[in-house]
């Protein structure tokens, strides 16, 4: 039996639905993993600050956030990524 054309126009539609979803779960899979690795990179950079600076590793992060600031990053949110990971 052939199918109507609003049959084939909806299954045209699911598949290109499908399509999109497929394509939008794997953006957001490599934006989450940039964003791990990221996190991850910030992680081990402050690990080796508090190694080297001990006493003053927050006060590099302060001038670290002051600086990216300036520069126009304006959702820098490197001293409360600090302060939730590290401080008491």
């Given at each position: 039996?052939?199918?109507?054309?609003?049959?084939?126009?909806?299954?045209?539609?699911?598949?290109?639905?499908?399509?999109?979803?497929?394509?939008?779960?794997?953006?957001?899979?490599?934006?989450?993993?940039?964003?791990?690795?990221?996190?991850?990179?910030?992680?081990?950079?402050?690990?080796?600050?508090?190694?080297?600076?001990?006493?003053?590793?927050r006060n590099i992060i302060i001038g670290s956030s002051i600086q990216?600031?300036?520069?126009?990053?304006?959702?820098?949110?490197?001293?409360?990524?600090?302060?939730?990971?590290?401080?008491?």
């Open positions: 039996m052939d199918k109507s054309i609003e049959i084939r126009a909806l299954e045209a539609l699911v598949s290109e639905l499908d399509k999109t979803i497929a394509r939008l779960d794997k953006e957001i899979l490599e934006k989450f993993e940039d964003i791990s690795i990221e996190r991850t990179r910030t992680s081990t950079l402050i690990e080796v600050l508090q190694k080297t600076f001990p006493k003053d590793a990216l600031k300036k520069n126009g990053d304006i959702k820098c949110d490197l001293l409360e990524y600090y302060d939730s990971c590290y401080e008491e």
